[in-house]
């Protein structure tokens, strides 16, 4: 993974430590340590007063010493006006300007930036970590990798809320990777191999379906997409099993498709490049994976991942086309470029048939309309469950991931229906994002179940300021291991 950073805890005298550049914060109207003034001769102190620095938020000052290089004063505003966010921006300003100073080694003083205040420290190692990604992998030429690569926690910080914050953020710069890689690159088979991977891990097994068994199994509506692409598609099944032995799995779903040419119902070539993220909700699966492997929380999870190419190859299905899906239903095929739900319908119906869940969400780039509808600012949620709705709306408060519900009413569910086949896979009177979460609705059964349109939210997005600059943002990971947080206790 990219720009990795190391974490570790120092407990002693401040006065013994050595580092390139010092952090500290200051709400406004507050007074600076006078222990660290004095350990740079006061020179902290007259500068503050010079330049009549106030703490106003995100504003800084630097002075310079011997063995703490740098310390650097950040304004946290006014203390009753703060917020998580504002915190989660203040470490991606850290590690900004870290590099800017192309500066190896931080230490951030905890008393002064409130690290053993659970909610904030977490944010503030989150902006740190998310601030600090690029992706590089791709550039020979012209590329200054990040400088920044330890940082160490100065004083009182909360060792499990650390490790959290860390694991959870570095599962979001995995997911933007998985996001940004090319679409010769990332292939169906690459994320097989990377769930392979990270199921090493205790209390993990990963089962791989090939294309080749989609028939047999009963998944004609994936297998309706995937029979136009060359690169074999895969279903790749994730048991996570950390809670008791008969309590039933949450599951996480993703679509996964690697490249979305529209198949034969082909896209316009303007932009096209951009449909290598149509496996970003793949990506947000297994951000949450990466996460749950490294901190093994006490529950079962099941990840599914229904993954492939969408091309207009000489096997490819057709306008018209009618394909059976896993739960039995039958489904017109009118516009092949709308297959992300037909691929979902039959990893929806297979978790549900195979594993009888508490509770389905599944993530996807599904449909342009969500960005006519919310723009980049906000994904798209729907669902057949107000509890669960109103569980994933406050895990939107706490992360800051913003979510906006659109109603799934029945009168929806009547522009799907079938002229040949039960349902057809374009809806006819607008609503374009509501139509496909009313496809999708057809495969979960009675099962507590959740969609989020992440078309708008999955890359683009360039702020808040720990947003990266181009490409893919690892959209709802932060999301929803918060919930599963909240489940746990
Ligand atoms: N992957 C696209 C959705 C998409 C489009 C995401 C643009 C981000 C930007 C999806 O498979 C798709 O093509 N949807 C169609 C559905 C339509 C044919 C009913 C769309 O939104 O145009
Ligand atoms: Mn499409
Ligand atoms: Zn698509």
Redesign the pocket.
């Known amino acids: 993974m990219q720009n990795n950073i190391t974490f570790e805890n120092y407990k002693k005298d401040l006065s013994k430590h050595k580092t390139e550049l010092l952090v500290c914060g200051l709400f406004e109207g507050e007074k600076v340590n006078s222990e660290i003034d004095e350990l740079f001769h006061n020179a902290l102190s007259k500068a503050i007063k010079i330049e009549s620095f106030k703490g106003k938020y995100k504003k800084k000052i630097t002075v310079y010493g011997d063995s703490l290089k740098r310390v650097v004063v950040i304004g946290l505003g006014k203390k009753n006006e703060t917020s998580n966010l504002k915190f989660r921006e203040i470490g991606a300003m850290i590690s900004n300007y870290a590099n800017q100073l192309s500066v190896k080694h931080i230490s951030v003083e905890s008393k002064s930036l409130h690290l053993n205040d659970n909610e904030f420290s977490k944010s503030l190692l989150e902006g740190i970590v998310l601030g600090n990604y690029e992706f590089l992998v791709y550039k020979t030429v012209d590329s200054k990798s990040h400088s920044l690569s330890k940082v160490t926690v100065v004083g009182e910080c909360d060792k499990k809320n650390q490790t959290a914050a860390i694991a959870v953020s570095n599962s979001v710069n995995y997911a933007r990777d998985l996001g940004n890689h090319p679409a010769n690159i990332l292939t169906p088979t690459y994320l097989a191999n990377e769930s392979k991977r990270i199921s090493k891990a205790k209390n993990m097994k990963c089962t791989i379906f090939d294309v080749s068994k989609f028939e047999k199994m009963g998944l004609g509506s994936f297998y309706g997409v995937a029979r136009g692409a060359k690169e074999p598609a895969k279903m790749i099944i994730v048991e996570y099993n950390g809670g008791s032995k008969n309590e039933k799995p949450i599951a996480l779903v993703g679509?996964g498709?690697t490249f979305?040419t529209?198949g034969i119902?082909l896209?316009p070539g303007a932009r096209m490049d951009?449909?290598k993220?149509?496996m970003c909700g793949s990506a947000t699966v297994m951000g949450v994976m990466n996460a749950v492997s490294i901190l093994q929380p006490k529950i079962n999870i099941v990840f599914a991942i229904g993954s492939t190419e969408?091309m207009p190859g000489s096997d490819a299905q057709r306008p018209g086309d009618i394909v059976t899906a896993y739960n039995g239903k039958t489904i017109e095929v009118l516009?092949t470029?709308?297959?992300?739900r037909l691929v979902l319908a039959d990893v929806l119906s297979y978790v549900d048939k195979n594993y009888t869940p508490k509770f389905m969400i599944d993530f996807a780039?599904?449909?342009?309309?969500?960005?006519v509808a919310l723009g980049h600012r906000a994904t798209g949620l729907m669902g057949n469950d107000e509890k669960l709705i109103s569980e994933i709306k406050k895990s939107s408060y706490a992360t800051d991931e913003k979510v906006w519900e659109l109603p799934l009413w029945p009168e929806y569910s009547k522009d799907i229906k079938g002229k040949y086949a039960d349902i057809q896979?374009?809806?006819k009177a607008g609503a374009?994002t509501i139509?496909?979460g009313a496809f999708l609705k057809e495969f979960v059964g009675d099962t507590p179940w959740c969609h989020l349109d992440i078309?708008?939210t999955?890359w683009g997005p360039k702020e808040p300021g720990y947003q990266p600059k181009v490409g893919a943002t690892g959209v709802a990971v932060r999301l929803i291991y918060n919930l599963i947080q909240n489940r746990v206790g």
Not at 337 to 340: P, R, T
Not at 365 to 371: E, I, K, P, R
């Open positions: 679509k498709l979305d529209g119902s896209k951009e449909m993220f149509d969408n516009n470029d709308a297959e992300g780039t599904l449909t342009g309309a969500v960005l896979n374009l809806g374009g139509t496909a078309a708008g999955a």
